[in-house]
């Protein structure tokens, strides 16, 4: 009997959400965006060549046009294989104490799962019943501090000041802002990267500049916090990003105007969805993200995601504690949410 | 004085190749092929739409073409950004023993980077005089072995009995065999797998394929090493590999009459200039691969390197003990070689 099974690293792995393979659905489950990237990004694509060649490893144009678009030198932008991957290194780079990072209990499911494979201690302070963070619960000694704002699933955001509040709290560690929702609605911790060393904001292309198919999310923060993280990088993988997802990644900042366009539509299909289920009797808070955080009284979120299934529409519902009656619903077109919206009366009546 | 950097985890990166940024270039120092990838990926790439979409998680129809390619199941295919994601993902998920891994002085060098990175204790045992493998090096305890084969950057390739012995000695541990250059005339363990459930083989699209810039890798082994694989990486990233690259390779998969007559123009173009260099004095070990490692009595391999560069001929020098006076030279089209071929003889006249 051989034993090279005792030194596997024994992991639970994250589940992402379903990407069925069938045609004509309705998807409103992954977050996505309803619309496609800029048609300079489509164009783009037609002259990519010299895929022959590695990519650049520093993706210097790609971090260029980001310091640029945000102000900020290149050597404070990291870039990585989506968010996830971003984040994935700097849990790796700087939660490398003995004591506990902390994040809220309903919050993106990767993070406990990142912890348990780098074997990271961590504890998980409770949202209020209303569903936001208690900046206090952030105040005692810590590894380290992670939290989306806007946080998902539950799509609320708070103001840069609490931010403020919890890195002021926490200058001895680290603190990781998760902004992958922030351009629907929320405000960005971004200039706050001048004053605290120790604040890494964290993006992604997968939203709001329609390309999650391309794998292209980015830390903006001090010289420091980006140097360390790409010590990490080139110690795992040189290549990381390939050459399309640096070229088009590239191409998507040059188009403003589309982007501040369609991410306007996803806004106002928000806005105007949430108006009607309030009507219909759902409860569900402001969102800041492109999608919505719905519960009924009277219906069960469980039921309500397998009928809505069965009829080609998939939304997610998390089968978790204090979230087991809410569904997660992303905006698609007008048009998508106007069926989803029929689909809802239809169940009620 | 905060004290964040403190628990940074602190390494010392890979250093990759040089990537140019002027034209006009004779490119041999990324080991890159000189041809493009098949006209079928090239064609597949203007019909790249929905972008905005999440890739698919698992690359099922990239890893179900790898399946039918190498006629293995498809739960013995593990993908990854590149194989040095492929190699990182392995050595995170098997090298978690006290003892140390082994691997030779001389060889790729990231296998040391990625030890140091993840706190796995290893050591190097020398090759011999001729930069052979010794394996009887590898029969003593230890935590995992892991080897290219062909070796770089020697170019030597050894038959796939002496890879089975070593597997057949060391069944208690993970043996991880790098084939990244093993198209141009190297001899798989493919075909060991199927008997040794903790043999690893790792592939690349980089070499052979002609696709580097997309970043493709893979893997082929026993179902049970695949699964444990595929749990760190879900742990990890869910969406590594983007959609052009899922897309794109399988595309790649399908010419495989482009694959065998630009694999054939590499390995042609490789013996005559073996042979023009071998006239010139050179010392140069038959190759297996898509370069060569050449030395010369007479002129330091510092000199040659700095030399070309000027010339704007990039080749790779490794100042490092044993190999400071060798070159690697990828092989390019026919014509690249000629002019690096009389800038030899220039020097040497």
Same mark, same amino acid.
């Given at each position: 009997m051989s034993t090279w099974e005792d030194n596997v690293r024994r992991v639970v792995p994250y589940v992402p959400g379903e990407q069925p393979k069938i045609s004509g659905i309705i998807k409103l489950n992954t977050n996505e965006n309803p619309y496609p990237p800029s048609p300079m990004?489509?164009? *783009?694509q037609m002259e990519l060549n010299n895929l022959r060649l590695y990519p650049d !490893?520093?993706?210097?144009?790609?971090?260029e046009a980001l310091a640029d678009y945000h102000k900020v030198d290149s050597d404070q932008v990291f870039v990585g294989?989506? #968010?996830?991957? @971003?984040?994935?290194?700097?849990?790796? &780079?700087f939660f490398n104490s003995d004591k506990e990072i902390l994040f809220p209990d309903i919050t993106y499911s990767f993070y406990d799962v990142w912890a348990k494979l780098l074997d990271i201690p961590y504890r998980q302070p409770a949202?209020?019943?209303?569903?936001?963070?208690?900046?206090?619960?952030?105040?005692?000694?810590?590894?380290?501090?992670?939290?989306?704002?806007?946080?998902?699933? &539950?799509?609320? #955001?708070?103001?840069? #000041?609490?931010?403020? !509040? =919890? @890195?002021?709290?926490?200058? !001895?560690?680290?603190?990781?802002?998760?902004?992958?929702?922030v351009d629907f609605g929320?405000? #960005?911790?971004?200039?706050?990267t001048d004053k605290y060393d120790n604040l890494l904001v964290v993006r992604t292309f997968s939203k709001s500049r329609s390309m999650a198919g391309l794998r292209i999310g980015y830390a903006i923060g001090s010289k420091k916090l980006? *140097?360390?993280?790409?010590d990490v990088k080139f110690s795992y993988n040189s290549y990381t990003m390939n050459m399309p997802s640096q070229i088009l990644g590239t191409e998507s900042l040059k188009d403003d105007e589309y982007f501040q366009e369609t991410v306007n539509k996803v806004i106002e299909t928000r806005e105007w969805f949430r108006e009607e289920i309030l009507k219909l009797g759902f409860e569900c808070p402001k969102s800041s993200t492109n999608f919505l955080f719905m519960t009924h009284n009277n219906i069960a979120a469980g039921e309500i995601f397998e009928k809505a299934k069965a009829n080609k529409i998939y939304v997610r519902y998390f089968n978790r504690p204090r979230i087991d009656n809410y569904l997660r619903v992303t905006i698609g077109t007008r048009e998508e949410?106007? =069926?989803?919206?029929?689909?809802?009366?239809?169940l009620l009546v």
């Open positions: 990004v489509v164009r *783009k !490893d520093k993706a210097a144009v790609l971090v294989v989506g #968010s996830d991957d @971003v984040l994935a290194m700097a849990f790796m &780079t949202l209020d019943e209303n569903f936001r963070l208690v900046k206090e619960d952030y105040y005692g000694e810590n590894g380290g501090i992670v939290f989306p704002n806007p946080n998902a699933p &539950t799509s609320i #955001s708070e103001p840069v #000041s609490f931010v403020e !509040d =919890i @890195v002021g709290h926490n200058k !001895d560690v680290v603190v990781i802002v998760d902004e992958a929702y929320g405000e #960005s911790a971004l200039s706050l980006i *140097k360390y993280m790409n949410m106007e =069926i989803f919206l029929g689909f809802l009366k239809s």
